[in-house]
């Protein structure tokens, strides 16, 4: 009787351990353009990576700095934190080619060795299919440059998300290579709305982004990169600016959600079946509609990550983010 | 933590003795290459056999044998037959194959490109691997290269040892033909192990697989020139001698030599003199051993026709303990 009530004990406890799961992956971007880094910063042990919009390779593949002055210092305070850190680049098609490519990847190298860079993560984006080989023969290059340094580096290839093989085959990059030559491979699950007003990532395209990558690129290297960022949409002149949550119209020149919603009132609505907040507001006889990756979409997508077993999330971007992400960082990611 | 037993496996490319050698011996073979493509200049997969064999393709696989299809080639059909839109011919030709005949993978054995060819090569095989990966069920690609034993050397050949490494599902590195014009071992212990050591320092373990020579070579200076020859082969049979055969009709007794780590002998036939340099069980042995503590994940040989019972032996008692 007494054993038998031990392993009944012993079978609820590997099941609520099984229920639990391991911490997952986790870690965001910082881009050139604001200077809030304080999440970041007030939270440290929740992020295994960070990677800095660092520079810009030219045409003639020489380095271009982006990066604000001030990163030098956040790059050894995240080394000091125990934070893995990437310089992000960006590039166009002749500063990857022949050449130039080789002296992109040298230069890389020495970034690498200057500031203690972890790894490059290349985001080199709109290329489509006629620079695949191109784009293809780089990574390669950078690669074997980055695990042949003194202190071997790693390289993350972020990449655009796509639903099926029809859509991947016009991408600069071909997600199954990618998964082999990249140590880590980010798919950008945001901005399926553009043109018009809509989700950044509904329910529906986030399964199927997430489906047809891991179809593709081993579990124990894909990343989910979500987004912690709204878009809003002036519906009568045709055009639209992404917001951050914490930004103010008098600081940074464009208000956030928090200053939209307190300055014209009323409540975001939750939306489904996209499973994200919307809201419309109407400044100066314009109308605007707003979409905005909040905490409750985010958690429904880290849970959708972690059922399929991947590596992790990680955040674009990580300035002015709202401090009600943490908890669920916490929660669902962390745990 | 428990090592998993590394993987034996060998190409047929006569398919007679091989085949029997395979059905033999099934139970220690993890997979089988049969030869029987050669790709051409506008990328068109070419058979070489009047046919392939589904019988023995569908015997194998019922055996627990993973079958790949190998295809050949040199220069003048490559690097052309993988660049551009002959690659793309190419790698359709061999989806199509894989789903005709069922194979599990395909082993891609280009020999001899210069370095012009790097690039075209490391795309070619990026593609297949997509393409092959993508099938129901998934194929497997093996990419068979030549061995070198330093970057310097590697810069000098088509083959990019860490790209292959990340994107192929196995590289095999062929440690074999150190000597070719003139006669000498076909690996030494020194050379094996400066090119082991560099293999293993750019090739994932779980995908490096040590392809070793079960072949020797047989040697006429005075007119250099060499045929391979094989353990058990009859001249009455193949217009070849094997080993086995030399030594019975010459009266030789092959000497071991060190620090080669190799049989050699000389006979003389029609007033020239030969000379032979032949891998043997005891040689296998050691390579094994090397290949063993090095890390790879598995032993391939070339090939499998007119293996010697004593061979088998050491595939048993060295690579699959």
């Known amino acids: 009787m007494r054993r038998t009530a031990l392993l009944a004990a012993a079978a609820i406890v590997s099941t609520a351990l099984a229920g639990c799961g391991r911490p997952m992956y986790f870690g965001g971007w910082v881009s050139e353009w604001h200077p809030d880094v ?29 990066a604000p002055a001030d990163r030098d210092e956040l790059v050894k305070w995240a080394k000091k934190h125990g934070i893995k850190v990437y310089v992000t680049i960006g590039s166009g098609v002749p500063g990857i080619t022949g050449k130039a490519g080789t002296r992109a990847v040298k230069e890389l190298v020495a970034v690498c060795e200057q500031y203690g860079f972890d790894g490059v993560d290349v985001d080199i984006e709109m290329l489509g299919k006629p620079a695949r080989d191109t784009y293809t023969l780089f990574i390669t290059r950078l690669a074997e440059a980055l695990k042949t340094m003194k202190t071997p580096r790693r390289l993350s290839v972020t990449l655009q998300e796509v639903q099926n093989e029809k859509d991947e085959a016009n991408l600069c990059s071909d ?113 605007h509609e707003v979409w905005m990756a909040d905490p409750r979409q985010f958690e429904w997508m880290v849970d959708e990550v972690r059922k399929a077993g991947v590596r992790g999330v990680y955040i674009w971007q990580l300035e002015y983010a709202s401090p009600e992400f943490i908890p669920v960082v916490r929660r669902k990611v962390k745990r | 933590m428990i090592k998993p037993r590394m993987t034996f496996g060998g190409w047929c490319p006569e398919f007679k003795d091989d085949i029997l050698q395979l059905k033999r011996n099934h139970r220690l073979i993890h997979s089988v290459s049969l030869f029987y493509y050669m790709i051409r200049k506008d990328g068109h997969v070419k058979r070489t056999r009047r046919a392939e064999h589904p019988a023995l393709i569908r015997w194998a696989k019922a055996h627990g044998v993973l079958v790949y299809a190998t295809i050949g080639g040199t220069p003048p059909p490559l690097p052309a037959g993988i660049t551009g839109k002959a690659g793309d011919r190419c790698i359709g030709e061999i989806v199509a194959l894989c789903r005709k005949f069922g194979y599990d993978g395909f082993d891609i054995d280009f020999e001899a490109m210069p370095v012009a060819g790097r690039d075209p090569y490391t795309l070619f095989i990026a593609k297949l691997v997509s393409a092959l990966h993508a099938m129901t069920p998934p194929r497997l690609v093996s990419s068979t290269i030549q061995d070198v034993p330093s970057a310097k050397d590697e810069a000098t050949t088509a083959f990019d040892y860490h790209a292959l490494g990340r994107l192929a599902d196995h590289v095999r590195v062929m440690f074999y033909d150190y000597s070719w014009k003139g006669p000498g071992p076909l690996m030494p212990r020194g050379y094996f192990a400066e090119e082991l050591g560099y293999a293993r320092s750019r090739i994932p373990a779980e995908k490096f697989i040590a392809a070793l020579p079960w072949y020797g070579r047989d040697w006429v200076p005075a007119e250099t020139r060499h045929h391979d020859i094989v353990w058990m082969q009859k001249e009455k049979e193949t217009s070849l001698a094997g080993m086995e055969e030399l030594k019975e009709r010459f009266g030789v007794k092959p000497v071991w030599r060190e620090p080669e780590g190799e049989y050699t002998f000389t006979y003389d036939r029609d007033g020239k003199r030969h000379e032979v340099w032949m891998p043997d069980p005891r040689k296998f042995t050691w390579m094994v051993r090397e290949v063993r503590k090095a890390g790879a994940s598995g032993i391939y040989v070339w090939h499998l026709a007119h293996a010697s019972p004593a061979h088998w032996r050491a595939v048993r008692t060295e690579v699959r303990r």
């Open chain 1, 175 to 287: 997600y199954a290579v990618a998964g082999r030559l990249a140590d880590e491979v980010r798919i950008m699950c945001y901005d399926i709305s553009w043109d018009e007003p809509g989700p950044i990532m509904s329910r529906e395209a986030f399964a199927r982004d997430l489906a047809f990558a891991k179809s593709r690129i081993p579990a124990d290297k894909l990343v989910m990169a979500v987004p912690w960022y709204g878009r809003d949409w002036n519906i009568t002149d045709k055009t639209h600016e992404d917001i951050l949550w914490r930004m103010t119209d008098a600081r940074d020149g464009i208000m956030g959600m928090d200053e939209i919603v307190g300055k014209f009132g009323g409540k975001p609505v939750w939306r489904e079946p996209e499973g994200e907040l919307s809201y419309t507001y109407t400044v100066g006889g314009k109308l």
């Open chain 1, 38 to 66: 304080s999440l970041l910063k007030d939270n440290p042990r929740l992020f295994d990576s960070v990677s800095f919009s660092w520079c810009h390779i030219q045409a003639d593949g020489s380095l271009k700095r982006v």
